[in-house]
C-alpha cells in the first residue's frame, strides 16, 4: 500500500459526518418529518441551460393578524394566486426569535410537492407589495438567471447594519463593479428555484452558532458571501425593490434611508387615464426605478417605508392622514383591492371611536392594527362609562341642591314636580349614553 493511499484512508477515517458526506459529491438531504436522507449535489450547478419556470409558489411568515397583511395578501392573489402563511400563531419577536422564521421556511420548501426548477418567493408579509403579474415576474427572474448564472435572488437595499456590510459592499463594487447604491442584502424578499432554496436550507438555522448575526438578514448575509456562485443580489432591482420612499407620491426626512433623492416614481404603464382621483382605471400602475432604469414587480417597504406618516388626505387636502408610503402606492396602485379590502371604512370606524360626532371630521384613511383597534374600543368604553358616572353624579348634585333650596321655601308642589322632571332626564339621558355604548 502506498503512503498516499494510507493518508488518504486515515483523513477519511477521522473526518466528521459532514465532512464525508462532501467527500462523495454532494450532501444528504435529510426529510424534516421522517429524517431519512437522499443524496443530493452540494449546490444546483448554474442555470445557463435550465428550464424556464413555469410556476410561482408565493408564501410568507406572519405570526399575527394587522390590516397591513391586507395589502400584500390582496396583491400577491390578484397579480400571482393563493399565499401560503407559515408560522401563523407563532411567537417571534424581531432579533434571534427570526430563526423560526428561516426554519419555518426550510420546512415548507421540503414539503412543497413540485418540480425543483419551479420559481420561489419568499416575502415579509406586514409590508410588501406584488405589482407585476405571473408572466412578467417568470421572464424577469430567467433574464437575472441567464445574465448572472445566479439561481437564488435577494433584494438588494441602500443600508446596512453589521459585520456584513463591509464585505457586501466590496462584492457589490469589486466582483460586478456596481455603481448604484443597492449593493446589501435585504431578506424580505427572496427569490429562487426550489431546488437551490431547499439546498440553501439543508440544514435548519441556529442563529447561536452565528455570532454576527443578529436576526434572519444577517444569516442569509454569511450565506451569500459565502455561496456567491449561487445566490445573488438583484443590484439593478430589475425583479425586487426596496422602497424608503417614492418621490411623486410621499418624501419624507426620516432617519435610516440613503435611498437617492427622485430614485423612485410612480408611473402609470401605456393606456393609464387619469380621472382625477388616483388611480389606474383597472390598468396597471408600475413602480419605476429612475436610477437603474427598471420597473421591479416586487416591493418591499421596511422602516421608513412602512412608518406613519401624516399627510394631506386624498378626500380633503385641508386635513391630515395617518398613512404610510406603503399604504399610499397600495392605494394608488390597486384601488380595487383597496376598496375591497375596506380599509377606508375600517379607519372611519375607527376615528369615530376617538371623537363625538358632532365633533369629528373624518381623517380619511388611518390605518389602525387589529390590536390597536381593540385598544380604542376598550378606552371609548371606558370613556362612556366614566362620562355616564359623572353625568349621574352631577345630576344627583343639581337634586339635592335644588331639593335643599325649595325645602327651605316651602314649596313641595314644586319640589315633587322638579324630582319628577329631573328623573325623567336622567332617565333619557342614561339610556341615550347606554345606546351610544
Not at 375 to 389: G, S
Request: glycine share 6%; net charge neutral; hydrophobic share 45%.
Amino acid at each position: 500500500m502506498s503512503v498516499i493511499m494510507l493518508v488518504a484512508m486515515l483523513a477519511s477515517a477521522c473526518a466528521s459526518p459532514a465532512v464525508q458526506e462532501l467527500a462523495v459529491g454532494g450532501l444528504s438531504r435529510a426529510d424534516p418529518q421522517t429524517g431519512t436522507h437522499t443524496q443530493m449535489e452540494t449546490h444546483p450547478r448554474r442555470s445557463t441551460g435550465a428550464a424556464v419556470a413555469s410556476k410561482i409558489h408565493v408564501f410568507a411568515f406572519m405570526t399575527d393578524v394587522t390590516w397591513s397583511m391586507g395589502p400584500f395578501l390582496a396583491s400577491a392573489n390578484l397579480n400571482i394566486g393563493p399565499v401560503s402563511v407559515l408560522g401563523f400563531g407563532e411567537q417571534a419577536s424581531w432579533g434571534p426569535e427570526l430563526e423560526k422564521k428561516i426554519n419555518a421556511a426550510r420546512r415548507f420548501l421540503f414539503q412543497l410537492d413540485a418540480p425543483e426548477e419551479d420559481l420561489v418567493l419568499m416575502m415579509d408579509s406586514y409590508d410588501t407589495l406584488v405589482l407585476g403579474d405571473s408572466p412578467g415576474i417568470l421572464s424577469r427572474f430567467a433574464a437575472l438567471e441567464r445574465r448572472t448564472g445566479r439561481q437564488i435572488f435577494f433584494s438588494a437595499e441602500t443600508d446596512c447594519a453589521g459585520a456584513f456590510c463591509q464585505p457586501m459592499a466590496e462584492v457589490a463594487k469589486q466582483q460586478f463593479n456596481v455603481t448604484t447604491p443597492w449593493i446589501y442584502l435585504n431578506s424580505g424578499l427572496i427569490a429562487g428555484r426550489l431546488g437551490a432554496l431547499r439546498a440553501m436550507l439543508e440544514s435548519p438555522a441556529n442563529l447561536t452558532d452565528c455570532p454576527e448575526c443578529y436576526a434572519d438578514q444577517e444569516w442569509y448575509s454569511r450565506y451569500f458571501l459565502q455561496h456567491g456562485d449561487v445566490v445573488g443580489l438583484d443590484y439593478r432591482c430589475e425583479l425586487l425593490q426596496i422602497v424608503f420612499n417614492v418621490d411623486n407620491i410621499i418624501v419624507h426626512s426620516r432617519p435610516g434611508s440613503n435611498q437617492p433623492v427622485g430614485a423612485l416614481l410612480l408611473s402609470p404603464s401605456p393606456g393609464w387615464v387619469d380621472n382625477g382621483n388616483n388611480n389606474s382605471n383597472n390598468n396597471r400602475v408600475l413602480l419605476v426605478n429612475v436610477v437603474t432604469g427598471t420597473q421591479p414587480a416586487l416591493l418591499h417597504f421596511p422602516g421608513p417605508g412602512h412608518w406613519p406618516l401624516s399627510e394631506a388626505c386624498a378626500e380633503d387636502p385641508s386635513i391630515l392622514c395617518q398613512t404610510s408610503v406603503y399604504y399610499e402606492v397600495f392605494r394608488r396602485a390597486l384601488p380595487e383591492a383597496w376598496a375591497g379590502l375596506r380599509l377606508k371604512e375600517a379607519a372611519q370606524k375607527g376615528s369615530m371611536m376617538q371623537m363625538p360626532s358632532f365633533l369629528r371630521r373624518f381623517r380619511g384613511y388611518h390605518m389602525f392594527t387589529a390590536a390597536t383597534l381593540v385598544d380604542e374600543a376598550v378606552n371609548a368604553e371606558m370613556k362612556l362609562r366614566i362620562l355616564a358616572m359623572v353625568f349621574a353624579l352631577v345630576l344627583s348634585s343639581i337634586c339635592v341642591v335644588t331639593a335643599l333650596i325649595l325645602t327651605m321655601r316651602a314649596r313641595r308642589t314644586k319640589l315633587l314636580m322638579f324630582f319628577f322632571l329631573m328623573a325623567s332626564v336622567s332617565t333619557i339621558a342614561m339610556r341615550v349614553l347606554s345606546t351610544a355604548r
